[in-house]
């Protein structure tokens, strides 16, 4: 259907529930910072491009992953990554 939401929000939206895993599920502070590295690699990266933002699904999910990673990770561990 025309009015579906496009595949690339879905996958926005598991990005948004990576973004909320647990702490305790890495083993080392080391490990839990260079995921968030990587996340936040790609996230800047859709950014710049804005591939994909002029839809509204992947729109709301982006701001959606953006709010997940300011309530679970600390300005600080922000920043280091």
């Known amino acids: ?4 939401a496009p595949i690339s929000s879905k996958a926005l939206e598991v ?4 973004a909320s895993l647990r ?3 890495f083993s080392s502070d080391d490990e839990r910072q260079a995921f968030l590295g990587r ?3 790609g996230t800047l990266h859709l950014l710049q491009s804005q591939h994909g933002l002029t839809e509204h699904e992947n729109y709301h999910e982006l701001c959606r992953l953006l709010a ?4 679970n990770y600390q ?3 922000l920043v280091q990554a």
């Open 1 to 4: 259907a025309a009015s579906s």
């Open 15 to 18: 990005l948004v529930l990576l």
């Open 23 to 25: 702490r305790s599920l």
């Open 39 to 41: 996340l936040l690699r």
């Open 68 to 71: 997940r990673l300011k309530a």
């Open 75 to 77: 300005l600080s561990e």
